[in-house]
């Protein structure tokens, strides 16, 4: 069983990672009004937007291997200053090309974090409780992703320079708590980091995260001017997001039952072959209301399955190459994300159903190959060592 003092780091994480998510979606809704604002063309907008997650694409196994190397908890605390810093220099008054290197910071810090915490968990819990630990930190995730916009909707576009400022001061609040947590690696140890395990398990896990990351590329580029075609509200389309959000943190203890309990493999496709399932379905959905709904059903089996497809990734991993294994999965997942989000554009031009409906294709094709990735793996874990 876990210990008083991982539990209590886990509370401590999921504040912190909690207060950095409210944060960095303040703002981020209108965050293209506010560069073309600025005078970005939508050229520009779209170099500024992509900039983040290519950073996050080219730093993330890096500094997943500088974690491993020197500390999760050093990795956290940079990360979350670094990030907090990049997005006070909104409020300078410049034009909005160089907005693109603060994106590209703040997208390097953000997937430092994600690699940090996540492997810090899975660190600090046995193989049979990680589901559960794992889930609480995507909860607050979704918890932040939620209520951070509605916090932020009294700000105008022209004033969103302030919403990031506040979003740089949260994120040095949550590095400030990060400065008394202990994440079980203070001291620092010298020897050579154990080589890196590449077997069929972690490929698996890397082909799930490619999976979700081509779905959620979509909603990034599409969901709402979807919406929009469909006259969306400004209001409706926030809530949208809210909508699927709620349900995820809601659900969140019982994905984490289910990743423990049951066989994350099957936990894992069935999870992503929902999440295909709706990304097809949505553009032939023509009531804003239904929509918002759908989206909250599709919530539901993402919960209930996100948990799994993360303690898949480190099930059998040794400490000090778990942060490298998060750092894979996070460019996997992050790497397919940009490579949806800047075909659909195109392709929504074209057909609006056309990127949900080729991207569905793709992801559950990519799903099903989990079945060959995992063929061998275990995937039910018992405290003692036992598999079902």
């Known amino acids: 069983m876990s210990t008083p003092s991982a ?3 886990l509370r401590r994480l999921t504040l912190i990672v909690a207060l950095q998510w409210t944060g960095a979606t303040l703002g981020l809704p209108l965050l293209p009004l506010f ?3 600025r005078g970005g063309t939508p050229t520009i907008v779209g170099f500024v937007m992509a900039a983040f997650f290519v950073a996050g694409v080219l730093t993330q196994f890096g500094l997943g291997h500088v974690a491993d190397r020197f500390g999760r908890r050093r990795v956290l605390i940079t990360s979350l200053i670094v990030y907090g810093l990049a997005s006070m ?3 300078l008054p410049v034009s909005a090309p160089w907005f693109a290197l603060s994106r590209a910071v703040q997208g390097s810090a953000a997937g430092a974090i994600e690699v940090a915490s996540l492997s810090a968990v899975a660190s600090l819990f046995q193989e049979h409780e990680r589901g559960r630990a794992i889930s609480r930190i995507l909860a607050a995730q979704l918890f932040g992703i939620a209520i951070g916009p509605l916090i932020g909707v009294a700000t105008s576009v022209r004033d969103l320079g302030v919403a990031f400022f506040v979003t740089g001061l949260v994120s040095l609040i949550a590095a400030t708590q990060t400065l008394r947590t202990d994440l079980g690696d203070k001291a ?4 050579p980091l154990p080589r890196l395990q590449w ?3 972690v490929v698996g896990a890397l082909v799930a995260a490619s999976a979700a ?3 959620v590329g979509v909603y990034e580029a599409c969901w709402s001017l979807l919406m929009n075609a469909h006259h969306a509200s400004t209001l409706e389309i926030r809530l949208s997001w809210t909508a699927f ?3 995820w943190v809601l659900l969140s203890r019982a ?3 289910l990743a423990d309990h049951a066989n994350r493999r099957v936990m894992a496709l069935v999870g992503l072959v929902n999440g295909a399932g709706f990304l097809a379905l949505y553009p032939h959905i023509h009531n804003n209301v239904l929509l918002v709904a759908l989206g909250s059903l599709e919530s539901i089996g993402t919960s209930l399955s996100v948990p799994s497809i993360s303690s898949l990734l480190t099930q059998g991993a040794v400490d000090r190459e778990l942060s490298r294994r998060q750092g894979l999965y996070a460019t996997a997942n992050t790497a397919s994300l940009a490579l949806a989000a800047s075909v659909s554009g195109f392709l929504f031009s074209l057909n609006p159903a056309l990127p949900f409906t080729i991207i569905a294709l793709v992801s559950t094709s990519l799903a099903a190959s989990t079945l060959w990735w995992w063929r061998h793996v275990r995937g039910s874990i018992r405290p003692r060592g036992t598999t079902t």
């Open 199 to 201: 077997t069929s398990q």
């Open 188 to 191: 620092y140890d010298p020897s």
């Open 245 to 247: 959000a709620l349900p």
């Open 7 to 9: 539990r209590h780091t």
């Open 255 to 257: 994905g984490g039952w």
């Open 35 to 37: 560069l073309e604002h």
């Open 213 to 215: 990351g081509l779905t």
């Open 89 to 91: 220099t909104f409020i």
